[in-house]
């Protein structure tokens, strides 16, 4: 059976997660239903990550084994057709061996957090940021982040039900950067890891933002990094402004 590699872009808004579910509306439902109408004995596909109710995706990357050849355009095309109205779609489509895996090829996860920072609600961007109405100081967040790269123990920053067999895991990247706005300020906090645990990034961004408000101190976070409680976390930012990225593989199954 040939593999496939999808780039996959969706608002995750009217969706209860990438997973499956059985009743509730999922991303992977989605995909699925539309491969059924290609081949009915299609079987599951399996993603690079499994994105929470109401997270967004740019890079999303999945894997599905089709009965017959495809030429990878056509199966694109096929897909989108059948994707309507749903607001998925595959951005790019790639012949890949039979041993790639979505989940398990992957080198490096990549997501971007949104916040945006004015009085005014969100009219264009609404659920597709996290808004907050008060302004946050960029340094201090960029200082506080600093204290979570590497190496750690982010238990602090692990949902409870959060399903990894361990809490150690190694943070490449967290940079901060501030886009200024006619009417308040745009926050993009951009993260690299191998793979991350159940709502890191959102209880990341949600504890850099008690920092940006001057709430807790930059060393603060350190020291709820060092406590390895959950209850010693910030608030968790809600799923808005999250967003999957991009996904790296010792091979790039896209065309750049």
Not at 209 to 225: C, F, I, N, Q, S
Request: with cysteine; aromatic share 8%; hydrophobic share 40%.
């Amino acid at each position: 059976m040939p593999r496939y590699a999808l780039k996959i872009e969706y608002d995750g808004r009217p969706f209860c997660g990438w997973q499956r579910q059985a009743v509730l509306p999922s991303v992977q439902a989605s995909i699925e239903q539309a491969l059924a109408r290609l081949d009915p004995d299609q079987p599951a596909i399996a993603a690079a990550g499994r994105t929470d109710t109401g997270v967004h995706a740019t890079g999303q990357v999945a894997h599905c084994d089709m009965q017959r050849n495809w030429e990878p355009f056509r199966l694109m095309e096929a897909l989108n057709h059948h994707l309507r109205p749903a607001p998925v779609a595959i951005v790019a489509c790639a012949r890949v061996d039979a041993d790639f895996h979505a989940r398990f090829s992957a080198l490096e996860r990549r997501y971007l957090f949104r916040l945006l920072a004015r009085r005014a609600p969100p009219t264009f961007e609404a659920g597709q940021v996290w808004h907050v109405r008060h302004a946050l100081s960029l340094r201090p967040m960029q200082d506080a982040a600093a204290h979570l790269l590497g190496k750690h123990d982010f238990t602090t920053f692990r949902a409870s039900q959060c399903q990894a067999p361990s809490p150690i895991k190694t943070l490449d990247a967290l940079d901060i950067e501030c886009l200024p706005l006619p009417e308040g300020q745009e926050f993009r906090f951009s993260l690299r890891a191998k793979s991350f645990l159940h709502n890191q990034v959102r209880s990341i961004v949600g504890t850099l933002e008690r920092v940006g408000t001057g709430a807790w101190a930059p060393e603060d976070v350190k020291t709820a990094l060092q406590a390895r409680n959950r209850a010693a976390c910030g608030p968790v930012s809600p799923p808005d402004g999250l967003y999957l990225t991009g996904v790296s593989y010792p091979v790039a199954p896209f065309p750049q």
